[in-house]
Protein backbone atom coordinates (compact mmCIF):
# COMPACT_ATOMS: atom_id res chain seq x y z
CA UNK A 1 0.00 0.00 0.00
CA UNK A 2 0.96 3.58 -0.47
CA UNK A 3 0.61 6.36 1.45
CA UNK A 4 0.81 10.22 0.40
CA UNK A 5 1.54 13.03 2.18
CA UNK A 6 1.90 17.32 2.07
CA UNK A 7 5.53 18.23 2.77
CA UNK A 8 6.94 21.58 1.83
CA UNK A 9 4.53 21.54 -1.12
CA UNK A 10 5.77 18.44 -2.29
CA UNK A 11 3.43 15.09 -3.00
CA UNK A 12 5.36 12.17 -1.15
CA UNK A 13 4.58 8.62 -1.47
CA UNK A 14 6.10 6.72 0.68
CA UNK A 15 5.67 2.74 1.11
CA UNK A 16 4.73 2.67 4.91
CA UNK A 17 3.49 4.93 7.33
CA UNK A 18 5.74 8.11 8.20
CA UNK A 19 5.80 8.80 11.79
CA UNK A 20 3.87 12.03 13.35
CA UNK A 21 2.82 12.62 10.12
CA UNK A 22 -1.31 12.34 8.80
CA UNK A 23 -1.67 10.73 5.01
CA UNK A 24 -3.15 13.05 2.77
CA UNK A 25 -6.79 11.45 2.38
CA UNK A 26 -7.98 8.91 -0.19
CA UNK A 27 -9.57 10.86 -3.51
CA UNK A 28 -12.35 8.88 -5.76
CA UNK A 29 -10.05 10.30 -8.68
CA UNK A 30 -7.29 7.71 -7.26
CA UNK A 31 -3.44 8.70 -6.33
CA UNK A 32 -2.76 12.36 -6.74
CA UNK A 33 0.47 12.85 -8.96
CA UNK A 34 3.47 12.28 -6.87
CA UNK A 35 6.78 14.76 -6.72
CA UNK A 36 8.90 12.31 -4.28
CA UNK A 37 8.54 8.57 -4.07
CA UNK A 38 10.12 7.71 -0.71
CA UNK A 39 11.06 3.79 -0.75
CA UNK A 40 11.63 2.51 3.13
CA UNK A 41 14.13 -0.37 3.51
CA UNK A 42 15.24 -0.45 -0.02
CA UNK A 43 18.44 0.05 -1.95
CA UNK A 44 18.17 1.51 -5.73
CA UNK A 45 18.27 -1.75 -8.10
CA UNK A 46 20.39 -0.30 -10.53
CA UNK A 47 24.03 0.47 -9.00
CA UNK A 48 26.52 -1.48 -10.87
CA UNK A 49 28.39 -3.50 -8.82
CA UNK A 50 31.77 -1.09 -8.32
CA UNK A 51 30.20 2.08 -8.79
CA UNK A 52 32.71 4.71 -8.02
CA UNK A 53 31.97 6.52 -4.61
CA UNK A 54 33.19 10.66 -4.88
CA UNK A 55 33.20 12.07 -1.14
CA UNK A 56 31.00 15.39 -1.58
CA UNK A 57 30.44 16.28 1.95
CA UNK A 58 31.53 15.35 5.54
CA UNK A 59 29.84 16.55 8.47
CA UNK A 60 32.04 19.16 11.08
CA UNK A 61 29.62 17.56 13.79
CA UNK A 62 30.90 13.98 15.06
CA UNK A 63 29.19 11.39 16.96
CA UNK A 64 30.61 10.16 20.52
CA UNK A 65 33.16 8.05 19.20
CA UNK A 66 34.48 11.07 17.32
CA UNK A 67 33.24 9.89 13.86
CA UNK A 68 31.56 12.27 11.47
CA UNK A 69 28.25 12.47 11.77
CA UNK A 70 27.31 12.37 8.14
CA UNK A 71 29.13 11.63 5.14
CA UNK A 72 27.36 12.63 1.47
CA UNK A 73 29.00 10.33 -1.26
CA UNK A 74 28.47 10.91 -5.22
CA UNK A 75 27.72 7.88 -6.75
CA UNK A 76 28.06 9.57 -10.51
CA UNK A 77 26.85 6.06 -12.76
CA UNK A 78 24.05 5.77 -11.31
CA UNK A 79 23.18 9.67 -10.96
CA UNK A 80 22.92 8.85 -6.65
CA UNK A 81 23.91 10.84 -3.70
CA UNK A 82 24.17 8.45 -0.45
CA UNK A 83 23.92 9.75 2.89
CA UNK A 84 25.86 7.55 5.42
CA UNK A 85 25.26 8.48 9.22
CA UNK A 86 27.33 7.28 11.89
CA UNK A 87 24.19 5.20 13.57
CA UNK A 88 23.86 3.44 10.71
CA UNK A 89 20.74 4.80 9.02
CA UNK A 90 21.80 5.02 5.18
CA UNK A 91 19.83 7.29 2.49
CA UNK A 92 20.29 7.17 -1.24
CA UNK A 93 18.35 10.53 -2.98
CA UNK A 94 18.24 10.74 -6.97
CA UNK A 95 19.59 13.80 -8.45
CA UNK A 96 16.69 15.10 -9.88
CA UNK A 97 15.48 15.13 -5.96
CA UNK A 98 12.08 12.40 -7.82
CA UNK A 99 13.03 9.58 -5.11
CA UNK A 100 14.49 8.48 -1.92
CA UNK A 101 15.35 5.25 -0.47
CA UNK A 102 16.48 4.20 3.01
CA UNK A 103 17.84 1.53 5.16
CA UNK A 104 18.87 1.06 8.50
CA UNK A 105 19.10 -2.25 11.00
CA UNK A 106 18.75 -2.55 15.21
CA UNK A 107 18.66 -0.62 17.06
CA UNK A 108 17.49 1.99 14.96
CA UNK A 109 13.95 1.78 14.65
CA UNK A 110 11.56 3.92 11.60
CA UNK A 111 11.31 6.82 14.42
CA UNK A 112 15.36 6.93 14.26
CA UNK A 113 15.41 7.02 10.52
CA UNK A 114 11.96 9.47 9.81
CA UNK A 115 13.89 12.37 11.47
CA UNK A 116 16.66 12.31 8.68
CA UNK A 117 14.21 12.09 6.47
CA UNK A 118 11.93 14.88 7.84
CA UNK A 119 15.15 16.91 8.00
CA UNK A 120 18.42 16.84 6.45
CA UNK A 121 17.39 14.15 3.82
CA UNK A 122 13.83 16.23 2.49
CA UNK A 123 16.38 19.21 3.03
CA UNK A 124 18.94 18.01 0.24
CA UNK A 125 15.59 17.03 -1.86
CA UNK A 126 14.08 20.36 -2.12
CA UNK A 127 17.60 22.35 -2.71
CA UNK A 128 18.20 19.58 -5.77
CA UNK A 129 14.68 20.47 -6.93
CA UNK A 130 15.97 24.38 -6.89
CA UNK A 131 13.93 25.18 -4.15
CA UNK A 132 15.70 27.56 -1.33
CA UNK A 133 15.46 26.85 1.63
CA UNK A 134 16.65 28.75 4.90
CA UNK A 135 17.63 27.18 7.81
CA UNK A 136 15.05 28.42 9.99
CA UNK A 137 11.80 28.35 11.85
CA UNK A 138 8.23 29.93 10.20
CA UNK A 139 5.17 31.18 12.19
CA UNK A 140 2.13 33.14 10.52
CA UNK A 141 0.77 35.90 11.76
CA UNK A 142 -2.72 37.44 11.80
CA UNK A 143 -3.24 40.57 9.87
CA UNK A 144 -6.40 42.12 8.70
CA UNK A 145 -7.71 39.96 6.34
CA UNK A 146 -4.98 37.88 6.03
CA UNK A 147 -1.73 36.04 6.96
CA UNK A 148 1.93 37.07 7.10
CA UNK A 149 4.63 34.96 7.83
CA UNK A 150 7.87 35.59 9.83
CA UNK A 151 10.90 33.49 9.52
CA UNK A 152 13.38 33.27 12.75
CA UNK A 153 16.91 32.43 11.46
CA UNK A 154 19.81 32.65 13.85
CA UNK A 155 23.14 30.30 15.18
CA UNK A 156 22.88 26.67 16.53
CA UNK A 157 20.52 27.15 19.83
CA UNK A 158 19.42 30.64 19.45
CA UNK A 159 16.11 29.88 20.29
CA UNK A 160 14.08 29.35 16.60
CA UNK A 161 12.08 26.29 17.82
CA UNK A 162 11.83 27.49 20.94
CA UNK A 163 10.60 31.15 19.82
CA UNK A 164 8.13 29.39 17.32
CA UNK A 165 6.77 26.63 20.06
CA UNK A 166 5.88 29.86 22.34
CA UNK A 167 4.38 32.12 20.11
CA UNK A 168 2.56 28.55 18.82
CA UNK A 169 1.41 28.19 22.43
CA UNK A 170 -0.18 32.09 22.34
CA UNK A 171 -2.60 30.56 19.22
CA UNK A 172 -0.61 31.69 16.20
CA UNK A 173 -0.24 29.13 13.26
CA UNK A 174 3.15 27.04 12.78
CA UNK A 175 4.47 26.76 9.01
CA UNK A 176 7.90 25.07 9.39
CA UNK A 177 10.51 23.94 12.11
CA UNK A 178 14.21 24.26 10.97
CA UNK A 179 13.36 24.38 7.19
CA UNK A 180 11.97 26.78 5.50
CA UNK A 181 11.05 26.30 1.82
CA UNK A 182 10.41 29.25 -0.08
CA UNK A 183 8.47 29.88 -3.28
CA UNK A 184 8.85 32.97 -5.33
CA UNK A 185 5.36 33.90 -7.05
CA UNK A 186 4.07 36.92 -8.33
CA UNK A 187 6.76 38.83 -6.84
CA UNK A 188 6.11 37.73 -3.16
CA UNK A 189 7.66 34.84 -1.23
CA UNK A 190 5.57 32.03 0.16
CA UNK A 191 6.53 30.01 3.23
CA UNK A 192 5.44 26.54 2.12
CA UNK A 193 3.86 24.32 5.21
CA UNK A 194 6.41 21.60 6.79
CA UNK A 195 5.07 19.29 8.92
CA UNK A 196 2.65 19.18 12.18
CA UNK A 197 5.64 19.32 14.80
CA UNK A 198 8.31 21.04 16.11
CA UNK A 199 11.79 19.77 17.69
CA UNK A 200 12.80 20.88 20.84
CA UNK A 201 15.42 20.46 22.82
CA UNK A 202 14.85 19.24 26.42
CA UNK A 203 15.59 22.35 28.22
CA UNK A 204 13.35 24.21 25.63
CA UNK A 205 10.98 21.77 27.08
CA UNK A 206 11.57 22.81 30.76
CA UNK A 207 11.49 26.32 30.00
CA UNK A 208 7.57 26.42 28.09
CA UNK A 209 6.33 23.16 30.22
CA UNK A 210 8.25 23.60 33.26
CA UNK A 211 9.23 19.88 32.99
CA UNK A 212 11.90 18.35 30.42
CA UNK A 213 9.61 15.11 30.50
CA UNK A 214 6.23 17.40 29.36
CA UNK A 215 7.07 16.04 25.82
CA UNK A 216 7.93 12.49 24.21
CA UNK A 217 11.10 11.67 22.58
CA UNK A 218 11.15 10.66 18.99
CA UNK A 219 12.95 7.71 19.79
CA UNK A 220 14.79 6.19 22.54
CA UNK A 221 18.11 7.26 21.22
CA UNK A 222 17.09 10.82 20.14
CA UNK A 223 17.32 13.62 22.58
CA UNK A 224 15.09 16.08 21.37
CA UNK A 225 11.71 16.07 22.32
CA UNK A 226 8.52 16.24 20.12
CA UNK A 227 5.87 19.04 19.96
CA UNK A 228 2.76 17.44 18.10
CA UNK A 229 0.71 20.50 17.15
CA UNK A 230 -2.49 17.82 17.07
CA UNK A 231 -1.89 16.38 20.48
CA UNK A 232 -1.22 19.87 22.08
CA UNK A 233 -3.79 21.51 20.02
CA UNK A 234 -1.81 23.87 18.36
CA UNK A 235 -2.65 25.11 14.65
CA UNK A 236 -0.39 24.12 11.54
CA UNK A 237 -0.78 25.85 8.50
CA UNK A 238 -2.59 23.83 5.05
CA UNK A 239 -1.32 26.51 2.96
CA UNK A 240 1.75 28.82 1.72
CA UNK A 241 1.84 31.97 3.47
CA UNK A 242 3.26 35.16 2.10
CA UNK A 243 6.72 36.03 4.13
CA UNK A 244 6.44 39.40 5.67
CA UNK A 245 9.80 39.56 7.82
CA UNK A 246 12.69 37.53 8.13
CA UNK A 247 14.25 37.74 12.05
CA UNK A 248 17.65 37.12 13.22
CA UNK A 249 18.26 35.95 16.80
CA UNK A 250 21.27 37.51 17.79
CA UNK A 251 23.22 37.27 21.21
CA UNK A 252 21.46 37.28 24.23
CA UNK A 253 22.04 40.38 26.05
CA UNK A 254 21.15 41.60 29.74
CA UNK A 255 19.06 44.31 28.57
CA UNK A 256 15.52 43.58 30.43
CA UNK A 257 13.36 44.25 27.18
CA UNK A 258 13.56 42.86 24.21
CA UNK A 259 15.24 44.98 21.38
CA UNK A 260 14.27 44.79 17.36
CA UNK A 261 16.03 46.84 15.22
CA UNK A 262 16.36 46.24 11.50
CA UNK A 263 20.00 45.15 9.59
CA UNK A 264 21.94 47.02 7.13
CA UNK A 265 21.65 45.77 3.43
CA UNK A 266 25.07 43.88 3.78
CA UNK A 267 24.74 42.09 6.99
CA UNK A 268 21.53 40.78 6.15
CA UNK A 269 22.22 39.37 2.84
CA UNK A 270 25.75 37.51 4.35
CA UNK A 271 23.49 36.21 7.77
CA UNK A 272 21.19 35.19 5.14
CA UNK A 273 23.32 33.19 2.61
CA UNK A 274 24.63 31.96 5.86
CA UNK A 275 21.46 30.79 6.68
CA UNK A 276 20.52 28.52 3.87
CA UNK A 277 20.00 24.94 4.16
CA UNK A 278 22.23 21.94 2.22
CA UNK A 279 24.24 24.75 0.11
CA UNK A 280 27.44 22.18 0.63
CA UNK A 281 26.03 20.76 -1.99
CA UNK A 282 25.39 22.77 -4.25
CA UNK A 283 26.79 23.24 -7.93
CA UNK A 284 28.41 26.97 -8.77
CA UNK A 285 25.21 27.50 -11.34
CA UNK A 286 23.11 26.51 -8.02
CA UNK A 287 24.82 29.04 -6.08
CA UNK A 288 24.49 31.92 -8.92
CA UNK A 289 20.75 31.51 -8.85
CA UNK A 290 20.59 31.00 -5.00
CA UNK A 291 22.40 34.42 -4.77
CA UNK A 292 19.77 36.15 -7.09
CA UNK A 293 16.93 34.46 -5.02
CA UNK A 294 18.29 36.32 -1.94
CA UNK A 295 19.37 39.48 -3.59
CA UNK A 296 15.29 39.91 -4.55
CA UNK A 297 14.54 38.37 -1.27
CA UNK A 298 15.92 41.07 0.77
CA UNK A 299 14.05 43.91 -1.64
CA UNK A 300 10.63 42.81 -0.61
CA UNK A 301 11.46 41.29 3.04
CA UNK A 302 12.64 43.23 5.61
CA UNK A 303 15.46 42.21 8.09
CA UNK A 304 15.38 42.70 11.78
CA UNK A 305 17.62 41.57 14.71
CA UNK A 306 16.27 40.32 18.02
CA UNK A 307 18.41 40.58 20.89
CA UNK A 308 16.98 39.26 24.16
CA UNK A 309 17.13 38.06 27.33
CA UNK A 310 18.85 35.02 28.34
CA UNK A 311 16.60 34.55 31.30
CA UNK A 312 13.73 31.93 29.82
CA UNK A 313 11.06 32.97 31.76
CA UNK A 314 11.52 36.48 29.87
CA UNK A 315 10.36 34.21 26.81
CA UNK A 316 6.64 35.69 26.63
CA UNK A 317 7.75 39.14 27.00
CA UNK A 318 9.98 38.33 23.67
CA UNK A 319 6.62 36.94 22.16
CA UNK A 320 4.82 39.97 22.66
CA UNK A 321 7.60 42.21 21.16
CA UNK A 322 7.81 40.23 17.82
CA UNK A 323 3.59 40.22 17.55
CA UNK A 324 3.99 44.37 18.18
CA UNK A 325 6.92 44.28 15.70
CA UNK A 326 5.03 42.76 12.98
CA UNK A 327 2.05 44.51 13.30
CA UNK A 328 3.91 47.45 12.94
CA UNK A 329 5.37 46.47 9.39
CA UNK A 330 2.11 46.06 7.96
Known amino acids: MTLHYSLFGLAVASNIPIPELTPVPASPHGDPATDVQVHWQATPRFIAAGSTLDLAYMSSYTDRAGEPALKIWSIPSAGLLRLDYSDGARFWVSRDGKSVWSMWSEPLSIDDTATYLLGPVLGLVLRLRGVTCLHASAIAFERPGSLVAAAFIGAEGAGKSTTAAALARQGLTVL???????????????????????????????????????????????????????????????????????????????????????????????????????????????RKREFETLGRLMQSVPVRLIRAHPDPSRIPALCVAIREDVASLS
Do not use: H
Request: aromatic share 10%; proline share 9%; with cysteine.
Open 176 to 286: SDDIVALEERDARFLVKPAYPYLCLWPESVASLYGSADALPAFAAGYDKRCLSLDRESLTFAKAPVPLGCIYILGERTGQPEPAIEPVPAQQAFVTLVANTYATNMLDSEM
